[in-house]
């Protein structure tokens, strides 16, 4: 990979404004409770589409990676997270701000966070290709089979409704397949629509109608219910040097944290919802009992440390195998592919500068988000008072925007406006969004791999699905698609149990009891 022309473009001058341009709008959507990173992608990837590659790919990357932290924020100031992946951190911020030490924890974050995407970035950069070494070896019935997988993930993603998100995620996947077939060119659940033959329905369009414009209209129609917060004033005095040396006395724990999010982003499904909790669990068993829960500073810095890892690491399997394991790394393999980037085994192969500067911007965009964070926490509590009723419109405005930017065309925005009230109707069913972006993505490299496996069985006389990498991946996706199913059985069945046990204590009790009834009687 040609390093010393991908720095080149990268300090060239416009990519570092973007850099700054999207750690900003991250930071500040990011604190808006209920959005997260994959709001922020779905607003900044139609604004990108018309800039260049290396451009709209550091702004994307910056943008993704900086929203956590600005839930973060708010997390500590309101107790309200920004996005389920600061869950962990209102269990010490909050009280950290009530003892004063608001600027402590903010500043501890943002330096434990950029941290965290520092060693996420590492592993990235110096593991990946390893990877890539083993996938160039794989078959089309291997990339299916990974494919396959991958769609096999809805049911992690699904936060407990299973059946829903591989439903959904099905649903994706006959979104994927309108418009031309990949191989023979025949028009598929056309209708005779012009518009849906030339261009089938664009995966931002998709996004950004079941992400943004579906949240902006929960948004409006809630709220009316929502009551006014009464927010606290942020003092950064004497914030910085607490949280820096906060960070310095606890370098094991960042790292243990960090280290946890690589692990929990590199594998598919997982995500910084259950990172952070982890990560938080982790540090609590290693360090001294009776100071968790009094604002120790640790319980905000190993959170955010193992948020910003994974977000990095969840880029892993999607560069170098082309399998998204989230919305959010779905979303970026869109982005490289309307920008003519290559994922797989060729994103590390191709020598590509725009590649080289994109990965050598996520460290940066990581000091980014630290410094800016600190010095807009005041300004990021602001954005967070912003009632829902001004919010909700002003996000299906600039929903509608981004989708008339994909290719100037009203019919976009139409067509995006459909999938905001699809997303608005899975939201208030509290259905998981992620599995049908995971599928629109996933749908044509299944496709395009199976009709390939199916050409050269004709050719060869040969079962591909028979092969040994094939059988591994199968027996993998069938344990994905039935571990959740069966840990929920499990629970319920541990929960009879103790009905039952209960039932029976309470009936001996009352055995126990009759005797001495009777007795009492005689």
């Not at 040609?2 to 850099?19: D, E, I, K, R």
């Not at 500590?76 to 997270?81: A, G, K, L, W």
């Not at 518009?195 to 329905?201: F, H, K």
């Not at 909790?277 to 009992?289: M, T």
């Given at each position: ?239 910085i040097g607490a949280g820096v040396r906060a960070v310095v006395r606890h370098p094991v724990s960042v790292l243990r944290s960090s280290v946890v999010g690589v692990v929990m982003g590199v594998i598919p ?108 926490a005041p300004i990021v509590v602001w954005t967070a008072r912003i009632p829902r009723q001004i919010v909700g419109p002003a996000i299906v405005v600039v929903g509608a925007v981004g989708a008339y930017a ?117």
């Amino acid at each position: 990979m040609s390093w010393a022309q991908g720095a080149a473009l990268l300090f060239a001058g416009g990519p570092v404004l973007y850099v700054l341009l999207g750690s900003l709008i991250g930071v500040l959507l990011g604190s808006l409770p209920g959005l997260g990173p994959v709001f922020v992608l779905t607003l900044i990837l139609p604004l990108t589409l018309h800039l260049p590659a290396i451009d709209a790919l550091v702004m994307l990357v910056a943008g993704y990676t900086s929203a956590v932290f600005g839930g973060a924020i708010t997390a500590v100031v309101f107790n309200v997270p920004g996005h389920p992946g600061n869950i962990a951190t209102t269990f010490e911020g909050p009280i950290m701000a009530k003892q004063g030490r608001a600027g402590e924890a903010v500043v501890a974050i943002g330096v434990a966070g950029a941290l965290g995407g520092l060693v996420a970035t590492g592993f990235l950069v110096f593991v990946s290709p390893l990877i890539v070494n083993a996938a160039l070896g794989l078959q089309p019935v291997d990339y299916f089979m990974l494919a396959v997988f991958g769609l096999s993930m809805v049911a992690a993603a699904s936060r407990g409704r299973v059946l829903a998100g591989i439903m959904l995620g099905g649903v994706g996947v006959m979104i994927s397949t309108i418009g031309p077939d990949i191989v023979t060119g025949t028009y598929r659940f056309t209708f005779g629509s012009a518009y849906l033959q030339s261009n089938g329905v664009p995966l931002a369009l998709v996004a950004v109608g079941v992400f943004a414009i579906g949240s902006g209209l929960v948004m409006m129609e809630e709220s009316w219910r929502g009551p006014k917060a009464n927010v606290p004033q942020v003092s950064l005095r004497g914030g910085i040097g607490a949280g820096v040396r906060a960070v310095v006395r606890h370098p094991v724990s960042v790292l243990r944290s960090s280290v946890v999010g690589v692990v929990m982003g590199v594998i598919p499904g997982l995500g910084i919802t259950l990172s952070n909790l982890a990560a938080y669990g982790v540090e609590k068993w290693f360090g001294r009992r009776s100071t968790w829960g009094t604002g120790n500073v640790v319980g905000v810095m190993a959170p955010e440390a193992a948020d910003g890892a994974t977000l990095i690491a969840e880029l892993v399997p999607a560069f170098t195998l082309g399998i998204p394991g989230a919305a959010t790394s779905a979303l970026i393999l869109a982005a490289l592919a309307l920008h003519g980037i290559q994922s797989g085994p060729g994103f590390f192969q191709s020598g590509s500068p725009v590649t080289a500067g994109m990965l050598l911007s996520m460290p940066i965009s990581q000091i980014v988000i630290a410094a800016l964070g600190i010095l807009l926490a005041p300004i990021v509590v602001w954005t967070a008072r912003i009632p829902r009723q001004i919010v909700g419109p002003a996000i299906v405005v600039v929903g509608a925007v981004g989708a008339y930017a994909v290719s100037g065309a009203v019919t976009d925005v139409l067509a995006a406006l459909i999938f905001g009230f699809v997303g608005y109707g899975i939201l208030k069913l509290r259905l998981p969004l992620a599995p049908i972006v995971m599928g629109t993505v996933l749908g044509p490299l299944a496709e395009k791999n199976f009709d390939r496996v199916q050409i050269l069985d004709k050719a060869t006389h040969h079962v591909a699905f028979f092969q040994p990498m094939a059988l591994v991946l199968g027996v993998l996706c069938l344990v994905s698609f039935f571990a959740p199913l069966s840990a929920r059985l499990l629970r319920r069945r541990r929960g009879a149990e103790e009905v039952l046990s209960s039932t029976s204590g309470s009936n001996a009790v009352a055995e126990e009891r009759s005797p001495s009834a009777s007795s009492e009687v005689r």
